[in-house]
């Protein structure tokens, strides 16, 4: 129990620090109506002051009138609207010794002044306060049993001394009134306005005539009698009106307009002036009904994919209506609010324990630490606490001037709660209550679809994550980026992948996709055609043979989705692609001069549509410098442009950029990405190699002498590539058994391929079979066969098996020097 105490004084102790940073901020920026409204408010807030007003000298300086109040009505405390100089009222003596008064109870009740009042014991307080006009005075009254304390006291005299009151008299002759301002002469109605107020009515200074009339008849018959009321003020009492009213418009809905300003007594007392400013209240005040707006936030939460979405729609459908200073949104997790959106995003803007909680992002509170707020999440009902309640501190500086908090049922378990704040002293009208109990149980069903969806798109996303390549292969004279963007709009993950498969005798097939569709199914598919197509490809049949197998493939799997797929297979030592596209974009190539083209081939259909579906080749070009870019359509098409247009900017963007840099030509053609579809992108950049390896071929016939042919060949070639009597051994020792085996164990056509570079000899012996030659693990002294193999192990650096269309290569790499 002493340490809520302790906690409570310490908090009290901080109340006057607090006003003095608030008045601070009041003092700049805003007009002088404005800022002495908000500066008297401040005595609410953080002095618990049930009202406060602040008198002025009149203009014949024989009262001080009440200028601007706020609170509850002074009625109640039996304040007039002005008391003579020279009496003995408690405002008077002040105003003439410039000496604080503090009354009590007793000494209220003992003033002429206060007692026929209809409220039961209160304090009050009359401070000398600073004006434009001559000086004047603070009064504040309390109705808590202690009254005001020093550290309050010490607030309401930072707030006297920030008092400054706009003089009362009419410009100057020949000088022109503010823009927003006016002054009104109630009992002749001529009224003098600033520009500003003829330009928010549509009238010129030419067309405007002087009369209120005038202005009058520009208003909406039904606002015309709370005008009327202002105009024929002389027998309203003197002090602050407020009120918001509508003008007609040339075109269009009329417009809001607020009125704000006090009635200036003249020497008898009577009021002769109404001086105050007119604002645009459009962006306060809307046509749209709070039913309108309870329609239009589910809509928004009715399309609103993951929680940060949610978040959003209900921050834009209830910040501007009820002109809050602050909304968060969390979840409930556990024992804590984990925050997904706050409004205003800034640390500073947020309470202490709320920044001692920001961990990353968006801060998580613990729920322990405000039981005003468990309380209300344990009842389930929306909580409003005014301006003056005593709060936690993490809750109390989320709403200074008034806290709502709405708990988020969703079904039956509390999904999080929205905290909405006002700085302010605000009063909540029944129609504003309505629209937070609305919106609260929208927002709470809402947070739970979308926590659910989150959690699947996590769960899809990691699935595509672990599907696609973590990085792409070192390739002999060329270099290779991709990137995979996914939607930032739609409820589910796509299809997009990219792959880079490094093939035998230095070929590289370069492959992009997309499935059908965003789901789970989608992303299974595409780790599904990935992995088939490079399963084809390695086999060794060309492009055209590896896009049928799949598309025959992707048909047999009975789904009901299809793929498009683009397949190039390209020749590192010659420059020479091949390209396959099914119902896939085309390649686009920048060329080393810098310009770009799209390639003009036929392609065939999307995989899956058709069983036997043909898929023609088509043949490219690369010169070194050259760049293959391959994309998917959610890079070049979106609804303010077609495809055609998405490639021919596409290739417009790549002739713009360096080819120097893959990664950062990348980045520059996602730069402008809608992200309304997944994106995948491959770039690769040809560079040549720079040195070519020496190749020859040789067919082995089935004759009695083919063994020996294959090694006249094997002799011929190595003789003319210039290798020692040594290496030319080992060669014709490895060729003759790798031979020999593929004769002896298979059947059909055999061929030998010997490539030569950087000191490096290959010996390739391909056949129709598709078993792999095992090494046997123990030879007996009588054992005819198995010794072929462990001399070709014995005799080479690494060998091993291949699968190729139709069969299987066997390989053995040996190390050979010069001649």
Not at 420 to 430: K, N, Q, S
């Amino acid at each position: 129990m002493t340490n809520v105490v302790s906690e409570g004084a310490a908090e009290r102790r901080t109340g006057s620090l607090r006003a003095e940073g608030a008045l601070k901020v009041l003092m700049t920026g805003r007009d002088a109506p404005e800022r002495v409204r908000r500066v008297l408010e401040q005595a609410l807030v953080f002095a618990g002051a049930a009202f406060a007003a602040v008198y002025a000298p009149s203009e014949d300086g024989d009262l001080l009138c009440l200028a601007e109040s706020v609170g509850v009505p002074r009625t109640l405390f039996g304040l007039r609207d002005g008391y003579p100089r020279s009496g003995r009222s408690p405002v008077a003596d002040v105003h003439r010794t410039g000496r604080p008064v503090f009354l009590g109870p007793e000494q209220v009740a003992e003033c002429a002044d206060f007692r026929r009042t209809p409220s039961p014991e209160f304090h009050v307080a009359v401070l000398p306060a600073r004006a434009d006009d001559g000086g004047g005075c603070l009064v504040a009254v309390s109705v808590r049993p202690g009254g005001f304390g020093a550290e309050d006291r010490r607030t309401l005299e930072l707030v006297a001394e920030a008092v400054a009151l706009p003089a009362p008299e009419q410009a100057a002759e020949g000088e022109a009134l503010p823009p927003g301002s006016f002054v009104l002469a109630t009992d002749t109605g001529r009224i003098e306005v600033g520009d500003g107020i003829l330009e928010l009515v549509g009238l010129t200074r030419e067309e405007f005539d002087g009369k209120a009339e005038t202005l009058l008849g520009l208003t909406v018959p039904e606002d015309l009698p709370a005008l009327m009321s202002v105009v024929e003020a002389d027998h309203m009492p003197a002090g602050e009106r407020e009120l918001e009213f509508r003008v007609l418009q040339p075109e269009g809905p009329p417009k809001w307009l607020r009125l704000r300003g006090r009635l200036l007594p003249g020497g008898d007392g009577r009021p002769v002036r109404f001086v105050g400013t007119v604002v645009d209240a459009s962006t306060l005040r809307s046509d749209v009904t709070d039913v309108a707006r309870v329609q239009r936030l589910a809509a928004a939460l009715a399309t609103a994919g993951t929680v940060r979405d949610v978040g959003q729609a209900v921050v834009a459908a209830l910040r501007k209506p009820l002109r809050a200073d602050r909304i968060a949104l969390a979840e409930l997790e556990g024992d804590r609010l984990v925050v997904t959106v706050l409004d205003p995003p800034e640390p500073e803007s947020w309470p202490e324990l709320w920044r001692q909680e920001w961990r990353s992002e968006w801060p998580d509170a613990p729920v322990r630490a405000m039981p005003t707020l468990a309380a209300a999440l344990r009842e389930g009902r929306t909580q409003i606490w005014p301006a003056g309640t005593a709060l936690e501190a993490a809750l109390a500086g989320i709403g200074p001037g008034g806290l709502a908090v709405l708990p988020l049922p969703a079904g039956n378990r509390m999904a999080g709660a929205c905290l909405i704040g006002w700085d302010a002293p605000h009063d909540f009208t029944a129609d504003e209550r309505a629209l937070l109990t609305a919106s609260a149980g929208l927002a709470g069903q809402a947070l739970m679809r979308a926590h659910a969806f989150d959690a699947e798109h996590e769960l899809v996303g990691m699935l595509q994550r672990q599907l696609l390549p973590r990085r792409l292969p070192p390739l002999p004279g060329a270099v290779a980026v991709a990137r995979y963007l996914p939607a930032t709009a739609g409820l589910e993950v796509g299809g997009d992948w990219y792959d880079v498969i490094p093939l035998p005798d230095n070929h590289v097939a370069l492959v992009i996709g997309d499935v059908q569709g965003h789901s789970t199914a989608a992303a299974t598919l595409m780790g599904q055609m990935r992995t088939a197509l490079r399963a084809y490809a390695v086999e060794g049949h060309p492009p055209d043979v590896v896009v049928s197998h799949a598309n025959r493939l992707l048909a047999d799997l009975e789904t009901d989705l299809f793929a498009t797929c683009a397949y190039v297979d390209i020749d590192m030592e010659e420059g020479a692609a091949w390209y396959v596209r099914a119902g896939h974009l085309p390649p686009v190539l920048r060329h080393p001069d810098g310009h770009a083209e799209v390639p003009d081939a036929e392609g065939g259909p999307p995989l899956g549509v058709l069983t036997q579906a043909r898929f023609p080749m088509s043949p490219l070009r690369l010169q070194p410098g050259t760049v293959i870019a391959l994309t998917t359509d959610g890079l070049v098409e979106s609804a303010d442009s077609d495809i055609d247009e998405g490639l021919a900017r596409l290739a417009r963007e790549l002739a713009a950029c360096g080819p120097d840099d893959l990664g950062a030509v990348a980045d520059t053609l996602l730069g402008g990405a809608h992200r309304a579809d997944d994106i995948a992108l491959l770039l690769l950049r040809y560079d040549g190699m720079a040195l070519r390896p020496l190749r020859e071929t040789w067919t082995v016939w089935r004759v009695p002498e083919a063994a020996g042919h294959a090694r006249r060949f094997t002799r011929r070639t190595l003789r003319v590539w210039g290798l020692s009597r040594d290496d030319l051994d080992t060669a014709l020792l490895v060729v003759s058994e790798l031979v020999t085996n593929a004769l002896v164990h298979t059947d059909g056509r055999v061929r030998l391929d010997l490539t030569l570079l950087s000191g490096r000899l290959r010996v390739s012996v391909a056949d129709s079979s598709p078993r792999t030659p095992v090494k046997p693990t123990s030879i007996g002294w009588e054992a005819t066969g198995g010794r072929g193999i462990l001399l070709v192990e014995a005799m080479s650096l690494s060998w091993g098996t291949v699968p190729v269309s139709g069969g299987k290569q066997v390989w053995a790499e040996l190390a050979v020097g010069g001649p």
